[in-house]
């Protein structure tokens, strides 16, 4: 099993920043480093959305609507994940999950919740 435990979120004003970050543990987290790691987020009322992602070797992706302001990155030695988000605005207001795929299963973490708004 992975378990996976975002921290982070919160509430910030327009134009903040945040940093989530995602700790995995478990019996197969010490294949950590050979997963794709990502981060998805959900909106009231929305489906949810894949915001970024970074493959074992540091290949990453991010959505359009994040594209230059959020960062994702991977500490393999610390089994964490992390997104900078900078220049936040309203509307990436969501609960925020670390999302793990691994030897084709999926593991998602609980979600943390982030809120932009003055």
């Known amino acids: 099993q992975v378990q996976l435990v975002e921290s982070g979120g919160g509430l910030v004003q327009p134009g903040g920043s945040l940093r989530l970050s995602c700790a995995a543990s478990?019996?197969?987290?010490?294949?950590?480093?050979?997963?794709?790691m990502g981060w998805h987020r959900q909106a009231p009322g929305k489906q949810r959305e894949l915001v970024a992602t970074?493959?074992?070797?540091?290949?990453?992706n991010y959505a359009d609507s994040v594209r230059g302001r959020f960062t994702i990155s991977r500490d393999n030695a610390k089994k964490t994940l992390y997104l900078q988000m900078n220049s936040l605005k309203p509307e990436d207001t969501a609960v925020y999950y670390c999302?793990?795929?691994?030897?084709?299963?999926?593991?998602w973490g609980q979600g943390t919740q982030v809120t932009v708004s003055s």
């Open positions: 970074i493959t074992s070797i540091g290949s990453t």
């Open positions: 999302t793990q795929r691994l030897l084709g299963d999926d593991y």
């Open positions: 478990g019996s197969r987290s010490t294949m950590y480093s050979m997963g794709t």
